[in-house]
C-alpha cells in the first residue's frame, strides 16, 4: 500500500490537473482516437511540457520529499505488528514518536533505510519509463488546450509565452509541483492523511459490506468450473478437481 501511494504520487506531481478534475468534467475530445490538436495547441503544450519534464519532475527534490514521507509513514509496520501482537489501535496510538522508534529499531533496524533504498530506485527507474509517455500526454495536453480554449485565447497565450516572463513561466509551470515549497506543504500533511486512513478504510469497507463476497473455487458448480476452465483455455483433463 505505501509503495502504490507513492507510485500515484508521482504521477499525480507530473499531471497535477488529474487530481484537481472530476472525472464529469473530462473533455470528450480525449476519447475520439482520431482526433488530432491543431499546431497552436500542438506549439503551446510543447511550450507547457518539453522534453525532459518527468526527469526533472522526479529528480532530487520529489526524492527528497519520498525520502520525509517515508520518515512520517515509518510507524505503518508497527500498527500491523503490534494488532497481530494483540495490541489495538488505540494503544498503538497512543505511544510517543520516541518509543515507536525504539520499538522499531528492536524489530527492523533497516526498516527506514531499506524503505528509501526502495522508494529512490523504484523513481529513478520510472523516469525512463516516464519519458516514453511524454509525446502522448503532450498530444492530450494540446487537444485538452484546444477544447478549453478558443482560437483568439490560445493565439493570445501563443503572444503571452513568446515574451521572457511568459517564456519562463510555461518552461516550468508544470515543475513549480515540484518545487520545495510545494513538496513541503504536501509532505506536512501526510500525518493528517495518515491519521485519517483507518477511518477512510473501515468506511470503503463497509460500503461494499451489502455486496456479495467473493467465492471460492469450491464455491462454484460444476458449469461454472467448465467455464472457467475453457476461458483459462485449459484442457478439462489437466485441471486441478
Known amino acids: 500500500m505505501r509503495h502504490q501511494y507513492l507510485a500515484i504520487l508521482a504521477l499525480g506531481v507530473g499531471s497535477p490537473a488529474l487530481a484537481q478534475q472530476a472525472p464529469s468534467t473530462v473533455s470528450t475530445v480525449a476519447e475520439t482516437p482520431q482526433a488530432v490538436a491543431s499546431p497552436l495547441a500542438a506549439e503551446i503544450a510543447t511550450k507547457l511540457f518539453p522534453d525532459g519534464t518527468y526527469r526533472k519532475l522526479l529528480g532530487p527534490t520529489f526524492t527528497q520529499m519520498v525520502s520525509g514521507m517515508v520518515d512520517n509513514m515509518g510507524n505503518v509496520p508497527l500498527g500491523q505488528i503490534a494488532r497481530s501482537a494483540g495490541a489495538d489501535e488505540k494503544t498503538v496510538a497512543a505511544l510517543d514518536k520516541a518509543k515507536t522508534q525504539e520499538i522499531m529499531q528492536i524489530l527492523d533496524p533497516a526498516f527506514r533505510q531499506r524503505t528509501k533504498v526502495m522508494m529512490e530506485s523504484m523513481f529513478t527507474a520510472m523516469i525512463p519509463l516516464f519519458e516514453t509517455m511524454e509525446p502522448d500526454l503532450r498530444d492530450g495536453l494540446a487537444l485538452s488546450l484546444q477544447s478549453k480554449f478558443t482560437p483568439v485565447q490560445l493565439a493570445e497565450l501563443k503572444s503571452f509565452f513568446t515574451t521572457p516572463t511568459g517564456a519562463s513561466f510555461a518552461s516550468q509551470q508544470m515543475l513549480l509541483f515540484?518545487?520545495?515549497?510545494?513538496?513541503?506543504?504536501?509532505?506536512?500533511?501526510?500525518?493528517?492523511?495518515?491519521?485519517?486512513?483507518?477511518?477512510?478504510?473501515?468506511?470503503?469497507?463497509?460500503?461494499?459490506?451489502?455486496?456479495?463476497?467473493?467465492?471460492?473455487?469450491?464455491?462454484?458448480?460444476?458449469?461454472?468450473?467448465?467455464?472457467?476452465?475453457?476461458?483459462?483455455g485449459i484442457e478439462p483433463e489437466k485441471a486441478k478437481k
Open 178 to 232: 515540484a518545487d520545495p515549497a510545494v513538496m513541503g506543504k504536501m509532505q506536512s500533511q501526510m500525518p493528517k492523511i495518515m491519521a485519517a486512513m483507518p477511518d477512510l478504510i473501515g468506511k470503503s469497507v463497509k460500503a461494499t459490506e451489502n455486496l456479495p463476497k467473493p467465492r471460492k473455487i469450491e464455491d462454484l458448480s460444476e458449469a461454472e468450473r467448465s467455464k472457467i476452465i475453457e476461458l483459462f
